[in-house]
């Protein structure tokens, strides 16, 4: 990996962090159904992953991510844009 991957990949990890917190803090500050029931934009994800018990199923990078909560709460939906 050269430098300026290794960069790239830091500055990756860093906006994924915040957007984590971002999301970690909504829902502690308020009931998750209305902190996900509007097909909340994510402006700030560029990378999403999908992590199952033996690591990554998918790894995708997007220009924007948008949740959403779907039959009574039991289905989360993520749309990307790429």
Known sequence: MTKLEELKAARDAY???DAVYDAYYAVRDSDARDAFADNQELPKITRVEVIGNDGRLLVKYVKNARISMQDDY???KIFLEE
């Open 15 to 17: 906006v994924a962090r």
């Open 74 to 76: 039991s289905t989360l």
